[in-house]
């Protein structure tokens, strides 16, 4: 009978000594996923002449991403953020207009997946309001699309599915990540300007793939033997993404007006902290900036990029 007990005593001490530490693992987890989620955010850029190709001509283009991740705890799995983007092109002319902004504003919740941060998987569903502030007719009595005062205003649900994965990073070792992202975006549950029904991408297909490098940073500075700074040296991202919706005069494969692919290259001195070097190249079948949305065109962009980036010193150990 006593050895009955004994095991019994055993065995509930182990199960709370495993709950214990299974509950410890969910909360690093948790704590964990919150950078994973800021570090997959889109960049901020700017860009002197903008996007090189375009038929209209710019003195520099910039866009400013904002994540401010309203709740983020170590005691949930589940993450919520608000979301702005401003985009602006200074077009090359005598007043160096704007005419239309591209302001994009939500919310993106995220559920983490699996307990481990360095093979993450996470769900995301992210509501954004996309307008560029003018409120003239966005046809001109000609028929054509009023780019220069026109209305423009959509409104999306974007479901995506985020995972990847980060090599070994010993310290004082240089470490990678790969970094994927499948989606759906669609836009006709809500509210858009009626000149959108003329040939807008409403549902489209989404694919990124990025290849990150991290490293340790600043080797010779002195008395630096009990830490390691490191931050992200580069990264390439790659962005893919297809309308499927019915377009006039458009079939399915229609590539030229379907397709939005853009590869870009971002590359970070050593002395910098959270700023690259960035060169892109892509193609819009349909642009993206708001009411310019009948263009299409392949591009180069040159310039300078940043977001949340991993920056870090670490202790070493003996």
């Known amino acids: 009978m006593l050895l009955f007990l004994s095991l019994c005593s055993q065995f509930v001490v182990a199960q709370n000594v495993d709950q214990d ?10 704590k964990e996923y919150i950078n994973v989620y800021k ?23 910039g866009r400013l991403t904002g994540t401010f991740m ?43 997946l699996n307990p481990d941060p360095t093979n993450y998987k996470y ?46 990073n010993s310290l004082g070792q240089d470490y990678y990540s790969i970094n994927q992202r499948v989606g759906f975006q669609w836009y006709k549950f809500f509210r858009y300007e009626p000149a959108l029904d003329r040939g807008y991408g409403f549902t489209r297909l989404l694919y990124n793939f990025s290849l990150r490098k991290y490293g340790e940073i600043e080797k010779k500075m002195k008395g630096k033997d009990s830490f390691t700074s490191e931050k992200e040296i580069w990264r390439i991202n790659t962005e893919v993404s297809y309308a499927i919706n019915k377009i006039p005069s458009k079939n399915l494969v229609n590539i030229s007006k379907r397709l939005n692919a853009e590869v870009n290259f971002n590359y970070s001195f050593p002395f910098m902290n959270n700023v690259f070097l960035m060169a892109a190249v892509g193609y819009y079948g349909e642009d993206n900036y708001n009411i310019y949305f009948q263009d299409h065109y392949g591009y180069l962009r040159l310039g300078l990029s940043s977001g949340f980036l991993r920056n870090r010193t670490r202790k070493m150990t003996k």
């Open 39 to 61: 570090e997959n955010a889109d960049f901020s850029y700017t860009s002197p002449k903008g996007e090189l190709g375009a038929p209209s001509k710019y003195v520099i283009n």
């Open 123 to 168: 769900g995301e569903l992210a509501f954004t309001h996309h307008s560029n502030g003018q409120d003239g007719d966005a046809i001109n009595p000609d028929g054509t699309i009023n780019t220069k005062t026109g209305n423009f205003n959509a409104n999306s649900l974007t479901l995506s599915y985020r995972f990847g994965h980060f090599t070994s």
């Open 21 to 30: 530490s299974l509950q410890i693992i969910r909360q690093s987890a948790n």
């Open 70 to 112: 309203l709740y983020g705890s170590y005691k949930s799995p589940v993450a919520f953020s608000l979301l702005s983007d401003y985009t602006v092109r200074v077009r090359e002319e005598f007043s160096a207009g704007v005419r239309t902004p591209s302001y994009r504003f939500g919310g993106i919740f995220y559920a983490r």
